[in-house]
């Protein structure tokens, strides 16, 4: 939490912000009783810190990006970082966690086709050194996708 301690009101600012990240601050000062100015200082400590982000984020499969994969991987016990790293510079993958369980890491992977997926699986991922296994998923529908977290 980098330092920084969150109050009630810091947790309804990033509350708020998650509902709509274009709410203006006067909205939100307003909703929660606090001036302007002071919505504003504290939402930017709160963007400073790393603690909130406002992203704006598109479907895949509305913006032409039709495969959309869950890919674990298995590897080097001593290169999961470097191969992290790798796959976090590519960008056909959206996100990259390293795991306990099954895989030492999990991506998601965005792709026009399947036919991008398969050269991505079997062209892309082999140049990376320290790849052993890799178990794909590729995703039919997205029933859920919520970003918000309570604060």
Known sequence: MNGLVLDEFDR?????LQEDGRMPFLTIANQLGLAEGTVRRRAGKLLDEGLLRIVGIADPFKVGLQT????????????????????????????VALSTGNYDLVIEVVVASNDELLTFLVDTLRQIPGINNTGTSVVLKVAKEDLAWEA
Do not use: F, H, W
């Open 12 to 16: 309804e600012i990033i509350r708020l």
């Open 68 to 95: 959309v994969a869950v890919v674990g991987l298995k590897v080097d016990r001593g290169k999961i970082q470097p191969i992290a790293t790798a796959l976090s510079v590519m960008n056909e993958v959206r996100y």
